[in-house]
C-alpha cells in the first residue's frame, strides 16, 4: 500500500520559515520524481517545486523561486520543502505527490500517488 505522509505545516508569521516533510512507503522511493504542489481557498491546485528521482534535477514554480528548496533523501525515503520569507500569498494546503521515472513536472496529472496534505498559515 502506497503512503505519502506530509508534515511540518503550520501557522507562521509573514517572513518566516517552515520546512515540510513526506515520508514515502510502499514504493521504490528512488524511482520517483516528488512533487510538491498546493491549493489555497477556492483556487485550483497549482505546481509548486519537483525534484527527479535521483535529485540531480529541481524544477520551482515562478513565485516560490528563490524562497523555497525542494531537496530529497533516498536513504530516508523523504522529500522536503523547505520554505523561507514566508508570505500571506503561500497559506494553503501543501501536498506531495509522486511520479513513477518522472522528470519533475508541473504537471499534476503525472503524478500518480498523493499525500493528504498539511496546512500552511501565513500571517501578515
Known amino acids: 500500500q502506497v503512503q505519502l505522509v506530509e508534515s511540518g505545516g503550520g501557522l507562521v508569521q509573514a517572513g518566516g520559515s517552515l520546512r515540510l516533510s513526506c515520508a514515502a512507503s510502499g514504493v521504490t522511493f528512488r524511482n520517483y520524481a516528488m512533487g510538491w504542489f498546493r491549493q489555497a481557498p477556492g483556487q485550483e491546485r497549482e505546481f509548486v517545486a519537483a525534484?527527479?528521482?535521483?535529485?540531480?534535477?529541481?524544477n520551482y514554480a515562478e513565485s516560490v523561486k528563490g524562497r523555497f528548496t525542494i531537496s530529497r533523501d533516498n536513504a530516508k525515503n523523504t522529500v522536503y520543502l523547505q520554505m523561507n520569507n514566508l508570505k500571506p500569498g503561500d497559506t494553503a494546503v501543501y501536498y506531495c505527490?509522486?511520479?513513477?521515472?518522472?522528470?519533475?513536472?508541473?504537471?499534476?496529472?503525472?503524478?500518480?500517488?498523493w499525500g493528504q496534505g498539511t496546512q500552511v498559515t501565513v500571517s501578515s
Open positions: 505527490a509522486a511520479d513513477l521515472y518522472g522528470s519533475g513536472s508541473e504537471i499534476i496529472r503525472r503524478y500518480e500517488y
Open positions: 525534484i527527479t528521482p535521483s535529485g540531480s534535477s529541481t
